[in-house]
């Protein structure tokens, strides 16, 4: 483990590598682009080989000069100021650890003498088995980080934001050298790179420093090479994978990514075409299905996607292969879940098949709803109503429809009595935080229940009118994707509402 105190003389040392041998040359080809071409009537100038041409270039354009043969943007002869960034990087070896030194190139134009001046400072470091090293010469913003070079390096802390060093340009004649002896020796990072060539090569390296990383390479099963600490483990096969050996193969022949891999584990069947098929399903869901006996059964799979919590709900109560016999709860799933809950909430026995599947299901629902005892005491009701007051900034209306959390303990057994359903079992949830139930009225009626509706995981869990009916019109779907986006501002107002608040968390990002 890297402690800080290591780190530091890691750094201190590292202070005294000097550049390769042709490091400058390498910097100076990395700087080409940063020139321009510049627009003198019907000549321009390019400011890298500083000879005039015949043309009539075009403003903001890209244009090739004849002389050098590169192409630059064009701007006006008279621009004063231009800036061009650029990050270039070059290894070193120090204790035994391989570290990139990072620099960052500042080209500013000097309309003066037509040419750009350069400044080249490090700002960080990168050490693959630690992570990215960074000077406090950075500075940090809400959208974008800046480097400043306007006081010496002193101070170096392990960096974890995302610093985006992509398509930087790293020292090449080196790396041989400075690898060997390394945990990077043998790292297939070179390989790997023109394989997969949105990893840079620091991220190749960072990856190479799991042992896996070599052995899964050497295997032939590149895509996994992508996450080599998830099998950076000691032992056979069995061990490391957590699948049998005969399955190899099968990996290797398909190149399988993660993902994958995840898939032929909860399988266990060496079959691409049905890992394709699972591959967009939640993992857990597959597993409780798996162990639902259900697993293969892609039809049923897919149709009780959407449903998964209730079908875990269920559960408790019922093998989900017996729920699915019973078409009046399958048909009106939530439903039967609310019934089981409530009978089991009443003390009512579901060991007899009646009463674990009831021919009027939706009439012992109701009947179950209205001898629901809910203990209303003062204790309940301050509750209610702090869960009010604590989502009341979602309270939301237009000209037809009114949507407003439950005020108080009343209200929740009212709205259950007016709407026909079970929402008044839900007190413990909603006081509890577990869940958010929320009133719809109609403006002309707002005493009146309308339609109930419960907001769970970030999503409307469900919404009801009247007797369980969800024959809802445009306008009403309409005003509760209005009341979601209403939502969704109120969250993000409450979050950036304290100017302080955010200055803080972002000087506790840079520290």
């Not at 040359?25 to 080989?49: D, E, P, R, W």
């Not at 570290?99 to 750009?116: A, G, H, N, P, Q």
């Not at 960072?206 to 996450?227: A, D, I, V």
């Not at 419960?454 to 779907?477: C, D, G, I, M």
């Given at each position: 483990?890297?402690?800080?105190?290591?780190?530091?003389?890691?750094?201190?040392?590292?202070?005294?590598?000097?550049?390769?041998?042709?490091?400058?040359?390498?910097?100076?080809?990395?700087?080409?682009?940063?020139?321009?071409?510049?627009?003198?009537?019907?000549?321009?100038?390019?400011?890298?080989?500083?000879?005039?041409?015949?043309?009539?270039?075009?403003?903001?354009?890209?244009?090739?000069?004849?002389?050098?043969?590169?192409?630059?943007?064009?701007?006006?002869?008279?621009?004063?100021?231009?800036?061009?960034?650029?990050?270039?990087?070059?290894?070193?070896?120090?204790?035994?650890?391989?570290?990139?030194?990072?620099?960052?190139?500042?080209?500013?134009?000097?309309?003066?003498?037509?040419?750009?001046?350069?400044?080249?400072?490090?700002?960080?470091?990168?050490?693959p088995n630690v992570g990215i090293?960074?000077?406090?010469?950075?500075?940090?913003?809400?959208?974008?980080?800046?480097?400043?070079?306007?006081?010496?390096?002193?101070?170096?802390?392990?960096?974890?934001?995302?610093?985006?060093?992509?398509?930087?340009?790293?020292?090449?004649?080196?790396?041989?050298?400075?690898?060997?002896?390394?945990?990077?020796?043998?790292?297939?990072?070179?390989?790997?790179?023109?394989?997969?060539?949105?990893?840079?090569?620091?991220?190749?390296?960072?990856?190479?420093?799991?042992?896996?990383?070599?052995?899964?390479?050497?295997?032939?099963?590149?895509?996994?090479?992508?996450?080599?600490?998830?099998?950076?483990?000691?032992?056979?096969?069995?061990?490391?994978?957590?699948?049998?050996?005969?399955?190899?193969?099968?990996?290797?022949?398909?190149?399988?990514?993660?993902?994958?891999?995840?898939?032929?584990?909860?399988?266990?069947?060496?079959?691409?075409?049905?890992?394709?098929?699972?591959?967009?399903?939640?993992?857990?869901?597959?597993?409780?299905?798996?162990?639902?006996?259900?697993?293969?059964?892609?039809?049923?799979?897919?149709?009780?996607?959407?449903?998964?919590?209730?079908?875990?709900?269920?559960?408790?109560?019922?093998?989900?292969?017996?729920?699915?016999?019973?078409?009046?709860?399958?048909?009106?799933?939530?439903?039967?879940?609310?019934y089981l809950k409530m009978a089991?909430?009443?003390?009512?026995?579901?060991?007899?098949?009646?009463?674990?599947?009831?021919?009027?299901?939706?009439?012992?629902?109701?009947?179950?709803?209205?001898?629901?005892?809910?203990?209303?005491?003062?204790?309940?009701?301050?509750?209610?109503?702090?869960?009010?007051?604590?989502?009341?900034?979602?309270?939301?209306?237009?000209?037809?429809?009114?949507?407003?959390?439950?005020?108080?303990?009343?209200?929740?057994?009212?709205?259950?009595?007016?709407?026909?359903?079970?929402?008044?079992?839900?007190?413990?949830?909603?006081?509890?935080?577990?869940?958010?139930?929320?009133?719809?009225?109609?403006?002309?009626?707002?005493?009146?229940?309308?339609?109930?509706?419960?907001?769970?995981?970030?999503?409307?869990?469900?919404?009801?009118?009247?007797?369980?009916?969800?024959?809802?019109?445009?306008?009403?779907?309409?005003?509760i994707e209005k009341w979601k986006?209403?939502?969704?501002?109120?969250?993000?107002?409450?979050?950036?509402?304290?100017?302080?608040?955010?200055?803080?968390?972002?000087?506790?990002?840079?520290?």
């Amino acid at each position: 483990m890297m402690t800080k105190d290591k780190l530091q003389k890691i750094m201190e040392k590292t202070d005294t590598k000097k550049p390769p041998k042709h490091w400058n040359s390498f910097v100076t080809k990395n700087l080409v682009n940063h020139n321009l071409i510049l627009k003198y009537g019907k000549k321009a100038f390019c400011t890298h080989c500083q000879k005039y041409f015949d043309k009539d270039v075009k403003m903001h354009a890209k244009e090739k000069c004849p002389f050098c043969g590169n192409s630059f943007l064009v701007r006006n002869h008279n621009i004063k100021n231009e800036l061009f960034y650029k990050d270039v990087g070059f290894y070193c070896k120090v204790d035994g650890n391989v570290v990139l030194r990072v620099f960052e190139i500042e080209s500013r134009y000097d309309y003066k003498t037509k040419t750009f001046k350069h400044d080249l400072q490090e700002f960080a470091r990168f050490i693959p088995n630690v992570g990215i090293i960074i000077n406090n010469c950075v500075s940090f913003f809400m959208w974008y980080q800046k480097v400043y070079h306007y006081r010496k390096i002193t101070n170096w802390h392990k960096y974890t934001g995302k610093r985006v060093l992509d398509n930087m340009p790293i020292y090449p004649h080196n790396k041989k050298k400075l690898f060997k002896n390394t945990y990077l020796q043998y790292a297939p990072v070179e390989e790997f790179t023109r394989k997969f060539k949105t990893y840079t090569e620091f991220q190749a390296m960072q990856l190479g420093t799991f042992r896996s990383f070599e052995l899964l390479w050497k295997m032939g099963l590149y895509n996994l090479s992508k996450c080599p600490q998830m099998f950076n483990k000691k032992g056979d096969f069995v061990k490391r994978f957590g699948i049998s050996k005969s399955f190899l193969n099968f990996m290797v022949e398909n190149d399988i990514d993660y993902n994958e891999y995840i898939l032929l584990k909860i399988l266990q069947k060496p079959d691409i075409d049905l890992i394709q098929k699972y591959r967009y399903f939640d993992y857990n869901y597959l597993i409780f299905m798996k162990k639902q006996g259900l697993l293969y059964d892609y039809d049923i799979v897919r149709k009780f996607y959407g449903y998964s919590s209730v079908l875990k709900e269920i559960s408790k109560y019922v093998p989900i292969k017996k729920f699915l016999q019973y078409k009046k709860g399958v048909n009106n799933i939530h439903i039967y879940a609310d019934y089981l809950k409530m009978a089991t909430d009443l003390g009512i026995s579901l060991k007899s098949k009646k009463r674990l599947f009831p021919y009027q299901l939706i009439a012992w629902h109701d009947k179950l709803s209205k001898r629901m005892v809910i203990v209303g005491d003062d204790i309940t009701q301050f509750k209610v109503y702090t869960r009010f007051l604590e989502l009341s900034k979602y309270i939301y209306k237009d000209d037809n429809y009114i949507i407003f959390p439950v005020p108080s303990f009343e209200d929740l057994v009212e709205e259950g009595t007016q709407q026909g359903n079970c929402v008044a079992s839900y007190l413990s949830d909603y006081i509890n935080k577990n869940t958010e139930i929320y009133l719809i009225r109609e403006s002309s009626e707002p005493t009146k229940s309308f339609i109930t509706l419960e907001y769970k995981n970030n999503r409307v869990a469900q919404k009801e009118l009247p007797h369980h009916s969800r024959n809802f019109t445009k306008e009403q779907l309409d005003f509760i994707e209005k009341w979601k986006g209403h939502r969704t501002f109120a969250d993000y107002r409450e979050k950036y509402k304290n100017p302080a608040v955010h200055t803080n968390n972002l000087i506790r990002l840079a520290a």
